[in-house]
């Protein structure tokens, strides 16, 4: 059974208001965050509060959670744009060392070709993480020239929204080639012989981020003052 650390973070309060996690939410916003869950409503309409101003809170709690996500997702894209250059920077030297065994010193390829792939695949799936959070994805943009700037952001939702749907469909095919070559211990089966979880981790990984970046773009489409 594969073990998962997780952070939890509690916030708990006899007659917890929105005002007041809202409060305690702002005051932590150096602290990143993964996942909120809330359990609130009833302390605050038991507290003679009228339905607008709850409402309000509301929709005040939304802003900030979404604000944390997308900061979230901004330093998560940034991290992965620096390990794709890293990992690409990495490739280059093994190619280079590569020759050098080869030509110069007459030696035996054993690990190079395969490592100088796994690197090539994980900045791919990683990296397309940082390209899509600075929106450098090849597109064809010519379209937009014949609809309204509302109807560009539906179209963006929609090829994001199928996007989306994708990088789950991958990211469940993924996780079952990563879990079956854990499981059986899969390799290559080259002289090398690195375990092939190794590489299907990395495609699993990069379609997670994928959805989460996604997730992040849908969000700021919707909140665009030319789509409300």
Same mark, same amino acid.
């Given at each position: 059974m594969q073990k998962f650390n997780c952070k939890w973070k509690i916030v708990a309060e006899s007659g917890l208001t929105t005002a007041r996690l809202i409060e305690l939410v702002m005051k932590d916003s150096s602290d990143p965050f993964d996942l909120a869950i809330t359990a609130i409503?009833? @302390?605050? *309409? #038991?507290? $003679?509060k009228?339905?607008?101003k709850w *409402?309000?809170?509301?929709?005040?709690l939304r802003e900030v959670l979404q604000k944390k996500y997308l900061q979230l997702c901004d330093? *998560?894209?940034?991290?992965?744009?620096? /390990?794709?250059?890293?990992?690409?920077?990495?490739? +280059?030297l093994v190619i280079v060392e590569l020759v050098f065994e080869r030509y110069f010193f007459q030696r035996a390829i054993t690990w190079q070709t395969e490592l100088v792939t796994m690197l090539l695949v994980a900045s791919t799936f990683i990296g397309s993480v940082y390209v899509l959070s600075e929106k450098?994805? #090849?597109s064809m943009e010519w379209i937009y020239d014949f609809l309204s700037?509302? @109807?560009i952001i539906r179209l963006k939702i929609f090829t994001s929204s199928i996007s989306l749907l &994708? /990088?789950? *469909?991958? %990211?469940? /095919? $993924? &996780?079952?080639? /990563?879990?079956?070559? %854990?499981t059986k211990n899969y390799s290559t089966g080259t002289v090398w012989d690195p375990p092939l979880w190794i590489p299907y981790s990395s495609m699993m990984l990069g379609a997670l981020l994928m959805i989460l970046q996604y997730?992040?773009?849908? +969000?700021k489409l919707t909140d665009d003052k030319d789509f409300k």
């Open positions: 409503g009833m @302390n605050d *309409i #038991v507290a $003679g009228n339905s607008e *409402i309000g809170e509301m929709l005040l330093y *998560i894209a940034k991290a992965c744009g620096a /390990f794709a250059v890293l990992a690409l920077l990495l490739s +280059i450098a994805h #090849v700037k509302k @109807n &994708f /990088f789950l *469909i991958l %990211f469940y /095919f $993924g &996780f079952l080639m /990563f879990e079956e070559a %854990f997730i992040a773009e849908i +969000i």
